[in-house]
C-alpha cells in the first residue's frame, strides 16, 4: 500500500492548527490549481465550514484540468488538543476513485519560537490502494503520488498563509 509522510512546521498552537486543518474553506482555497470544491452529498455531509467527527464531504475535482473526480470522505476520528500535548484526526474514503484512501493528521506541539510564540508540527500519513491492480500500481508511480503530494503541499501552504495572516 503506497504511502505518503509529510510534517510541515507551523505557527500557532495545537489547538489552532487543528481548527484551521478541519476547514473546509482551506481545501477550497488550497484546492484552486484542480478545481478542488466540496459540493452537497445529502444528510451528514458538509460544504464549508470546520468538519467533524461522523461527518461526510464529498470532493468534486478535475485532475490537471481534464479528469472530473468525486471523492467522498468521512472523518472517522478527531481527537482535541490536550494541555501541552497533540491532536488528531483521521478521515476515509468512502466513496471515489480508490480501492482505498485514508489520511491521518497529526498535530505536535514544538517548543517556542526564539519570540516565544507557539509552533505546532503538523504530520499527514496518506495511504491509499488504486484499483486495476498492476495498471493500478504503474498509474502510482507515474502520476497518482505526485498528484497527492502537490495537493498536500497546496493544502498545507494555505494553512501556514492563514495562520501567519
Known amino acids: 500500500m503506497p504511502t505518503i509522510e509529510a510534517s510541515t512546521d507551523l505557527p500557532g498552537d495545537v489547538a489552532t492548527v487543528l481548527a ?68 488528531r484526526f483521521v478521515d476515509a474514503m468512502v466513496s471515489g476513485a480508490f480501492a482505498a484512501f485514508r489520511h491521518e493528521h497529526l498535530f505536535d506541539p514544538l517548543p517556542p519560537s526564539p519570540t516565544g510564540a507557539p509552533r505546532t508540527r503538523s504530520t499527514d500519513r496518506m495511504t ?16 497518482v503520488r505526485r498528484t497527492l503530494e502537490g495537493l498536500l503541499a497546496d493544502r498545507n501552504a494555505e494553512i501556514a498563509r492563514r495562520l501567519s495572516a
Open 128 to 143: 491509499w490502494t488504486s484499483p486495476l491492480g498492476p495498471l493500478g500500481r504503474v498509474a502510482d508511480a507515474v502520476l
Open 20 to 87: 484551521v486543518s478541519l476547514d473546509l474553506d482551506v481545501e477550497r482555497a488550497a484546492g484552486r490549481r484542480h478545481r478542488v470544491r466540496p459540493v452537497p452529498a445529502g444528510p451528514g455531509s458538509r460544504t464549508s465550514g470546520r468538519i467533524g467527527a461522523g461527518e461526510r464531504v464529498r470532493w468534486s475535482l478535475r485532475l490537471h484540468g481534464l479528469v472530473p473526480l468525486r471523492h467522498t470522505t468521512e472523518i472517522l476520528e478527531v481527537d482535541e488538543a490536550t494541555p501541552g500535548g497533540g491532536a
